[in-house]
Structure formats: C-alpha cells, structure tokens
C-alpha cells in the first residue's frame, strides 16, 4: 500500500554531511553513532545536494526470431557526486589534491602543488536526515575521486570542487552501505 509519509526530501546533518578517513579506520555500521578517531569533516557542500549513479549495466540477448531472452549484467558502477564548496579548507584541499601536496595553514601560508599523481583512496561517510527527522547514512569504504570537475572563480558563485567518487567493492563485494533510523 503507498504511504504518502514514506516520501522524503534530503538535508545533510547538522555540522556538514560529508567526511573522509583512512580506508583502513573502523567503519560507523549504524546511524546516529559518533564517528571515530581519524575521521575528518569536509564542511558545506552545495545546495544541489547528492547524487549516486548505482545503475547496473547489462547486455541484451535475443533469441532467434527476436525475442529478448537474457539481460546479464555486464557491470555496475556505483559512483556519488556532490561539490565541496568550503574552498579555502585544508582538508579539502588535502582530499582533492592528495594529502602530501597541501602544505600550511591559512596563516601562514597555505602552498598546493596541482600534480598529476594517482588519487589518494578514503573512507566516506555521508550523513543525512530525512523526513519525521530519519537519520540517513551512507557508508563508502573504498572510494577514490574519479573526476573533479572544473573550478571557477566568479563575484557570484562559491568557489567549489565538484568530484565524483567512485565506490570500490570491499572483501565482501561490498560498494557502500546505508542505514537509516528513526
């Protein structure tokens, strides 16, 4: 039976939705729990919120005559993507760049050396909260920034990062997990 309370809109929880870890640091495996030591909260991202393309990709098999007979799925990409708009933090920075091309603080001077290394694997945790205040969590163990979009600096816009991140299968062929309470 539908159930018009079931229908929810996204907002990121209060002190920012997006962190990053070690892909070795232990995983939150519920909602609502406080995020262990090593984990790093990467501020706003933009109004435009979240988005996680998890569509399997398959192969269509037609019998003689051609009737559709098979659809074996060929692959399944699980990707998320969202613009990190609190530009002058480090630890953004650090997860755009790589952690060891980001040197200073703002007061002393921060240096980004822009480099063509092989992006740096994180840990990542997105919390939310939905409708009749749900708590929303996603659990990414494996992901790696695949595509950074293009960065502009303009009088009316929030300079932003906005980066794609590929989720990788764990040990359990796991890509992310979700889990919600009320």
């Avoid at 007061?107 to 708590?135: F, P, Q, Y």
């Amino acid at each position: 039976m539908a159930t018009v309370t079931n229908v929810t809109a996204a907002k990121p929880a209060v002190g920012g939705a997006v962190s990053v870890a070690a892909t070795s640091a232990t995983l939150p495996t519920a909602t609502g729990t406080t995020l262990g030591s090593g984990w790093t909260g990467l501020g706003y991202i933009s109004e435009d919120g979240l988005t996680n393309n998890n569509s399997p990709e398959s192969e269509t098999i037609k019998a003689w005559g051609g009737d559709i007979v098979l659809t074996p799925v060929s692959g399944k990409e699980d990707t998320f993507s969202f613009t990190l708009i609190e530009a002058i933090n480090t630890d953004v920075l650090k997860v755009i760049y790589g952690s060891s091309n980001v040197t200073g603080t703002l007061g002393s001077g921060v240096t980004v050396n822009a480099k063509t290394d092989e992006m740096e694997a994180h840990a990542w945790c997105i919390d939310m909260v939905l409708r009749n205040s749900v708590a929303k969590r996603i659990v990414i163990p494996n992901g790696t920034i695949s595509e950074v979009g293009e960065i502009t600096y303009a009088d009316a816009d929030a300079v932003g990062y906005e980066i794609t991140v590929t989720a990788f299968p764990n040990s359990s062929g796991v890509t992310h997990y979700e889990y919600m309470k009320s």
